[in-house]
């Protein structure tokens, strides 16, 4: 990646990622939840933590600083140590 910064619509750096680690979350966040919730996936369409790893590693080189794991609290994802 080339390090390009992006800029929310009020021109502010974008450098903070959320990465929701399960569908099943407890939580009705307005950012990830919408208000009449999402279609359940199957395991296998859900991110790996490899794969989900190799995203914060790509995203870091275009101006990501901080990523925050989400899933509910605790986290409800297997996963996730």
Known sequence: M????????????????RIAVTDKCNFRCIYCMPADGVAPRAHDELLSAEEIARFVRLVAGD???????????????????
């Open 63 to 81: 101006g990501i600083r901080r990523v925050r794991l989400t899933g509910g609290e605790p986290l409800v994802s297997r996963r996730i140590i």
């Open 2 to 17: 080339d390090g390009h910064v992006q800029h929310d619509g009020f021109g502010r750096d974008i450098n903070y990622l």
